[in-house]
Nanobody
Framework: QVQLVESGGGLVQAGGSLRLSCAAS????????MAWYRQAPGKQRELVAM???????NYAESVKGRFTISKDNGKNTVYLQMNSLKPEDTAVYYC???????????????WGQGTLVTVSS
């Protein structure tokens, strides 16, 4: 069974920084894209940033220039460096991975449990 474990959330003042980590474990044949989503109270879950297997990245307009997604292939881990945080960044952040494992028959979409980020004004 494959699972994603997130860490790094917490409370920070506006203008501050946080770094989220998400480690994938289990029988992984290949990680395709990995991404961070977030869901604020009363709102739909939205894509924050995504990194493809080749390293190309994509960001939501609201976080461009402030957030950076990166990964460590050897550790099956994706990171989200969040700088210049704003109160509107407050949300539960979820890690997502599209992967093959433990079978090549079908790619799986796996989600982490979420980590809360609270930005105070």
């Amino acid at each position: 069974q494959v699972q994603l474990v997130e860490s790094g959330g917490g409370l920070v003042q506006a203008g501050g920084s946080l770094r989220l980590s998400c480690a994938a474990s289990g029988f992984i044949l290949r990680l395709n894209a990995m991404a961070w989503y977030r869901q604020a109270p009363g709102k739909q879950r939205e894509l924050v940033a995504m990194i493809a297997s080749g390293g190309s990245t994509n960001y939501a307009e609201s976080v461009k220039g402030r957030f950076t997604i990166s990964k460590d292939n050897g550790k099956n881990t994706v990171y989200l460096q969040m700088n210049s945080l704003k109160p509107e960044d407050t949300a539960v952040y979820y890690c997502n991975a599209n992967m093959y494992g433990p079978s090549w028959s079908k790619a799986l979409d796996v989600w982490g449990q979420g980590t809360l980020v609270t930005v105070s004004s």
